[in-house]
């Protein structure tokens, strides 16, 4: 019998010698995963904590952003509706200024006439009950589209509302107070329109 087929040949061998496998290539043993995993923790250079603080601090940033841009658009939302609506109401401020002077014109008709007496004229009379008829009329219309008249007279001086166009010194009258208004002041929903002409006391002589 040769030595190849000597059954003993492999009897002295260690136990499962025999069926041991190689390692395939390219594969590691399963206690050089936490190594791996450390070498690539190394190589992004942070800590998981750490990433996840970083993308926190993006997110925040980020709100932040939306917030003021939000904020920004708000504004210019209110700002654009603001101005849209004074575009509605003032538009039509030129053509107001001039129905004003129609309304004092009828002012000054009925101031032109005699006072009213007992025995006056039938055709007088009549005349002044409609041009005061039509300027109730037509301040009604005026005050429905926002344009009112204000007394002056009596009132404290008022840059803001008043022209003076005269001083005198009055008895009857503080300083500064209008003693008389030739015109009233005339505002377009609540903005003035055009100031009132008034005479403005100096106070006693």
Do not use: C
Request: hydrophobic share 40%; charged share 25%.
């Amino acid at each position: 019998m040769t030595h190849d087929t000597d059954p003993t040949h492999n009897a002295d061998a260690p136990h499962g010698a025999g069926t041991h496998q190689p390692q395939t290539e390219g594969q590691q043993p399963p206690h050089d995963a936490p190594a791996a995993e450390a070498a690539a923790t190394a190589e992004t250079g942070a800590e998981p904590s750490d990433r996840i603080a970083e993308l926190e601090a993006e997110v925040a940033a980020m709100r932040e952003k939306w917030m003021r841009a939000e904020a920004e658009m708000q504004n210019l939302r209110t700002r654009t509706k603001r101005e849209i609506e004074d575009a509605r109401q003032y538009a039509t401020q030129k053509f107001a200024r001039d129905v004003v002077e129609a309304a004092e014109n009828l002012k000054r008709a009925l101031a032109s006439l005699p006072a009213p007496t007992e025995h006056e004229d039938g055709i007088l009379k009549s005349m002044r009950e409609g041009i005061e008829s039509t300027e109730r009329s037509f301040m009604g219309i005026l005050e429905r589209n926002g344009i009112v008249a204000v007394d002056a007279h009596g009132k404290p001086f008022d840059a803001n509302l008043h022209q003076a166009m005269a001083e005198q010194h009055s008895d009857e009258h503080a300083a500064g107070t209008v003693m008389q208004a030739w015109t009233p002041a005339w505002t377009l929903h609540g903005r003035l329109l055009k100031p009132a002409m008034v005479v403005v006391s100096k106070g006693h002589a």
